[in-house]
């Protein structure tokens, strides 16, 4: 059984460098497409879920979970109030909330 356990591993792990460089590919798009790049974000998080891999922080934090949008610094609004920081969707105006 531990032999399944460690592919079951590694296929995450390569799934993730893909699911990665989808994001930056997105980013890439943020600035001069962001229906590309929000297609790149749903394309990325639906294979995250086919697999049960839970995006790591690091990528939850680059787009809005409503809208998918990549946040720019257009099109959010970053706040820090109390050791917590806000980023709210200018597209949407979903507002997410993270500890510092
Ligand atoms: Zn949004």
Known sequence: MK???DSKE???RIILKEIEGMFDV???YAKKDMKIAVNNVKKAKRIAMK???K???R???KFCKKCYFIF?????????KNKR???RCKNCGTIKRMCL
């Open 10 to 12: 590694k296929k995450q």
């Open 26 to 28: 997105a980013e890439d």
């Open 72 to 80: 720019t610094p257009e099109n959010c609004e970053i706040r820090i």
């Open 85 to 87: 920081k806000t980023i």
């Open 3 to 5: 032999k399944k356990e």
């Open 51 to 53: 697999i049960n891999l």
């Open 59 to 61: 990528l939850k934090n």
């Open 55 to 57: 995006l790591p922080k």
